[in-house]
Nanobody, 123 residues
């Protein structure tokens, strides 16, 4: 069974940095898409960043709200997605979730969610 496990969330002061990770595990998996979402209390879940495979290799996208501060990357050998977060602000406080489209022999391609990791930024 495919599992996504996030880690790296913490309590930090404004201006600080964190690196989140999302490790995908399973037998004979092929990852097509991996991305980060976040959800603050009382707010809708929103897309933060993602990586997709295309004809010219990997393509990264970061939403305007975090552009210039957050960087998404992937370690293909370890099936691990990262989100490097710098100059964190109070409005970045949220639960951050990993999402991935993963192929397996048993189920084909499906989307999976991790359980989330809490990021709290204090002023």
């Amino acid at each position: 069974q495919v599992q996504l496990v996030e880690s790296g969330g913490d309590l930090v002061q404004a201006g600080g940095s964190l690196r989140l990770s999302c490790a995908a595990s399973g037998s004979r998996i092929v990852i097509n898409i991996m991305g980060w979402y976040r959800q603050a209390p009382g707010k809708e879940r929103e897309l933060v960043a993602m990586i997709t495979r295309g004809s010219r290799g990997l393509t990264t996208n970061v939403t305007d709200a975090v552009k210039g501060r957050f960087t998404v990357s992937i370690d293909g050998a370890q099936n691990t997605l990262y989100l490097q977060m710098s100059n964190l602000q109070a409005e970045d406080t949220a639960v951050y979730y990993c999402n991935a489209n993963v192929w397996t022999a048993a189920t084909g391609s499906q989307y999976y969610w991790g359980q989330g990791t809490q990021v709290t930024v204090s002023s």
